[in-house]
Nanobody
Framework: QLQLVESGGGLVQPGGSLRLSCAASGFTLDDYSIGWFRQAPGKEPEGMLC????????YYADSVKGRFTIARDNAKNMVYLEMNSLKPEDTARYYC???????????????WGQGTQVTVSS
């Protein structure tokens, strides 16, 4: 059974850093494109960054470019989202997802985790 589980969310002060984890089971993460998304209350899901399985290229949304990075640990079958210089507007529920195509569009992804909440506040 294919499953994704996010962890690492919490409360962080503006300007702080946080690392989210996404653990995969039932399949090999390296075979898929991986995306990180977030959704704030009352807003549409936002694709933040993704790494394509076909060419290894990472794509970033302008809102997180230079602040967020993605990293894989294939041995552990995990992927991480490193978030730096966090802002209050980064407050949202964060999700990892896998699909066959590297994209920042949520409809390109077939399988999603349950999400982890990130709150940026002083």
């Amino acid at each position: 059974q294919l499953q994704l589980v996010e962890s690492g969310g919490g409360l962080v002060q503006p300007g702080g850093s946080l690392r989210l984890s996404c653990a995969a089971s039932g399949f090999t993460l390296d075979d898929y494109s991986i995306g990180w998304f977030r959704q704030a209350p009352g807003k549409e899901p936002e694709g933040m960054l993704c790494v394509s399985s076909s060419n290894g290229t990472t794509y970033y949304a302008d809102s997180v470019k230079g602040r967020f990075t993605i990293a894989r640990d294939n041995a552990k079958n995990m992927v991480y989202l490193e978030m730096n210089s966090l802002k209050p507007e980064d407050t949202a529920r964060y999700y990892c997802a896998v699909g066959y195509r590297g994209s920042l569009y949520d409809f390109e992804y077939d399988n999603w985790g349950q999400g982890t909440q990130v709150t940026v506040s002083s």
